[in-house]
Structure formats: structure tokens, C-alpha cells
């Protein structure tokens, strides 16, 4: 992706951690913690031009952590502006 593509603070992931067969490009930044001022929470947005999801790495492990769709977002972009633009996707 060319730096047009990408959003200041978004990092290309080298490789999709979920299942790589798929081909789908991911995305990730890291946000205040709004319950520990001292962590930073990782979210990833990851897809393919046209269907783009998030998901907010939130705790130690799964059970804290959540996946939603990034609604008519058609490129990478969109979808890191989406992101952005919701503050309360971690409290």
C-alpha cells in the first residue's frame, strides 16, 4: 500500500494473523486505554477493499477482546477512519 492508502499511526501488518490463505490485508494502531493510563489497546482493521472489520485487542486474552464490521467502508482507509472516529469502541 502506498502512504496515501495508509492513515498517519496505522502500521501495515507483514502478514493477516488469522488465516493468511484468505488474503486479506490488516492494519493496526495503538490507543490510549481509557481504564489504565500506563497500556496502550491495539486495534486491528482487517479485510478487503470492500468489506473491512475491526477487532480491539482489549485484555490479556479473548475474553476481552471484541470484532465488529467497519459499516460502508470500501477501502482500508475508510476503514482506519471509521476506527478513528469512534471513541467509544474501547470503553
Given at each position: 500500500?502506498?502512504?496515501?492508502?495508509?492513515?498517519?499511526?496505522?502500521?501495515?501488518?507483514?502478514?493477516?494473523?488469522?488465516?493468511?490463505?484468505?488474503?486479506?490485508?490488516?492494519?493496526?494502531?495503538?490507543?490510549?486505554?481509557?481504564?489504565?493510563?500506563?497500556?496502550?489497546?491495539?486495534?486491528?482493521?482487517?479485510?478487503?477493499?470492500?468489506?473491512?472489520?475491526?477487532?480491539?485487542?482489549?485484555?490479556?486474552?479473548?475474553?476481552f477482546s471484541y470484532t465488529g464490521y467497519c459499516v460502508g467502508?470500501?477501502?482500508?482507509?475508510?476503514?482506519m477512519r471509521f476506527v478513528d472516529n469512534k471513541p467509544n469502541?474501547?470503553?
Amino acid at each position: 500500500m502506498t502512504s496515501d492508502q495508509v492513515i498517519a499511526d496505522w502500521k501495515q501488518d507483514t502478514e493477516w494473523e488469522g488465516n493468511p490463505s484468505l488474503g486479506l490485508l490488516s492494519f493496526t494502531k495503538k490507543f490510549s486505554n481509557p481504564f489504565n493510563n500506563n497500556r496502550k489497546v491495539p486495534v486491528t482493521v482487517f479485510g478487503k477493499e470492500g468489506s473491512w472489520s475491526f477487532c480491539v485487542n482489549a485484555g490479556a486474552n479473548s475474553d476481552f477482546s471484541y470484532t465488529g464490521y467497519c459499516v460502508g467502508c470500501v477501502t482500508a482507509k475508510e476503514a482506519m477512519r471509521f476506527v478513528d472516529n469512534k471513541p467509544n469502541l474501547f470503553r
